[in-house]
């Protein structure tokens, strides 16, 4: 029985879970990447839950068979993802004889471990919408196709940035008396971020401006539940947004199947609804299926496969200690 432990980092936070075989899985949160001129916080954050996870679960950490990473940004703002895996490699053999066996590691895009735990390994193409967003086409093998992933300014189409961006543009065209229709927004972004002139000192300051973005994006949700015309366009816009960016990473020769995973979609049931009218009018040979795990549970197969030199390094999605990917 494999003893394998997962990591998923993003914008919003951080997560990592231990799992004994097919039983349950033991997590814990931490915090969220941020960004500056030197580039993410992704390997002090990992090498931070690593060291965590030994101290809450120090017997289970001991006996871990295979460890496995997905992050936001690994392969566009961490300069090289193969150091982290060498750090990863140095702090899991830490309290280990020279002698005794190391678990095998992987790290990987958030795609990657998005794409494993909502289509369990198979064929097809994922979108992720967190903090950011990406797609991922891949049938594990010789096809893969990324598409967005570019971060808050350049993409991330219909994520929890995306959609709190434009609910705060909304704001402030209210606020400067140009277009009415974001009231609402407006008295919503007030409550949450106080007088608009204090906004840009809020957001341009931030290393993780992203996440401050997405942060409002549950007030964008709430108020198209409740039906305001400027939010329900916003929201419906990125259901529409993450479709595109499904089909286009939807490569020839990769089954027709499109899962919408990540923590947004938990949030948006227009989000949801338009993603898949939007594909079905669209590609109406593409069947959009339900995830079958979260991409934390991606991290816990991608360790497993890790385990048992199941890994591969294929830049820039994974890279691993060795094996074959199968």
């Given at each position: 029985?494999?003893?394998?432990?997962?990591?998923?980092?993003?914008?919003?936070?951080?997560?990592?879970?231990?799992?004994?075989?097919?039983?349950?899985?033991?997590?814990?949160?931490?915090?969220?990447?941020?960004?500056?001129?030197?580039?993410?916080?992704?390997?002090?954050?990992?090498?931070?839950?690593?060291?965590?996870?030994?101290?809450?679960?120090?017997?289970?950490?001991?006996?871990?068979?295979?460890?496995?990473?997905?992050?936001?940004?690994?392969?566009?703002?961490?300069?090289?993802?193969?150091?982290?895996?060498?750090?990863?490699?140095?702090?899991?053999?830490?309290?280990?004889?020279?002698?005794?066996?190391?678990?095998?590691?992987?790290?990987?895009?958030?795609?990657?471990?998005?794409?494993?735990?909502?289509?369990?390994?198979?064929?097809?193409?994922?979108?992720?919408?967190?903090?950011?967003?990406?797609?991922?086409?891949?049938?594990?093998?010789?096809?893969?196709?990324?598409?967005?992933?570019?971060?808050?300014?350049?993409?991330?189409?219909?994520?929890?940035?995306?959609?709190?961006?434009?609910?705060?543009?909304?704001?402030?065209?209210?606020?400067?008396?140009?277009?009415?229709?974001?009231?609402?927004?407006?008295?919503?972004?007030?409550?949450?971020?106080?007088?608009?002139?204090?906004?840009?000192?809020?957001?341009?300051?931030?290393?993780?401006?992203?996440?401050?973005?997405?942060?409002?994006?549950?007030?964008?949700?709430?108020?198209?539940?409740?039906?305001?015309?400027?939010?329900?366009?916003?929201?419906?816009?990125?259901?529409?947004?993450?479709?595109?960016?499904?089909?286009?990473?939807?490569?020839?020769?990769?089954?027709?199947?499109?899962?919408?995973?990540?923590?947004?979609?938990?949030?948006?049931?227009?989000?949801?609804?338009?993603?898949?009218?939007?594909?079905?009018?669209?590609?109406?040979?593409?069947?959009?299926?339900?995830?079958?795990?979260?991409?934390?549970?991606?991290?816990?197969?991608?360790?497993?496969?890790?385990?048992?030199?199941?890994?591969?390094?294929?830049?820039?999605?994974?890279?691993?200690?060795?094996g074959t990917l199968r």
């Amino acid at each position: 029985m494999s003893l394998l432990l997962g990591i998923d980092i993003g914008g919003s936070g951080s997560r990592v879970a231990i799992r004994a075989g097919a039983g349950p899985r033991r997590e814990f949160a931490g915090e969220r990447i941020g960004v500056t001129a030197a580039g993410s916080s992704v390997p002090q954050t990992a090498i931070a839950l690593l060291r965590r996870a030994r101290d809450l679960w120090p017997e289970e950490f001991a006996g871990v068979d295979g460890v496995a990473l997905g992050a936001t940004g690994l392969a566009t703002l961490v300069a090289r993802p193969e150091a982290l895996l060498q750090a990863m490699g140095a702090e899991l053999a830490v309290g280990r004889a020279p002698s005794d066996r190391r678990p095998p590691a992987a790290v990987a895009i958030d795609a990657v471990t998005a794409h494993l735990g909502a289509l369990g390994g198979g064929s097809g193409a994922i979108v992720a919408l967190g903090t950011g967003a990406v797609a991922l086409g891949t049938d594990g093998h010789e096809i893969w196709r990324r598409v967005d992933g570019w971060g808050h300014l350049l993409g991330d189409r219909g994520s929890g940035a995306w959609i709190g961006n434009r609910g705060l543009r909304a704001a402030i065209r209210a606020h400067d008396g140009v277009d009415a229709s974001g009231s609402a927004l407006l008295a919503a972004a007030r409550a949450r971020f106080g007088d608009p002139l204090g906004w840009p000192a809020q957001l341009y300051t931030r290393d993780d401006r992203a996440g401050v973005l997405a942060g409002f994006a549950p007030d964008v949700f709430a108020l198209a539940s409740d039906g305001d015309a400027a939010a329900t366009t916003i929201v419906a816009a990125a259901g529409a947004e993450a479709a595109r960016s499904g089909l286009a990473a939807l490569a020839s020769g990769l089954e027709p199947r499109l899962a919408l995973t990540g923590g947004v979609v938990s949030a948006g049931g227009l989000l949801v609804s338009t993603f898949a009218e939007t594909v079905a009018v669209l590609r109406p040979d593409v069947e959009t299926v339900a995830p079958l795990g979260d991409p934390l549970d991606g991290a816990l197969r991608l360790a497993g496969r890790a385990a048992v030199g199941g890994v591969a390094s294929r830049e820039p999605y994974v890279w691993a200690d060795g094996g074959t990917l199968r």
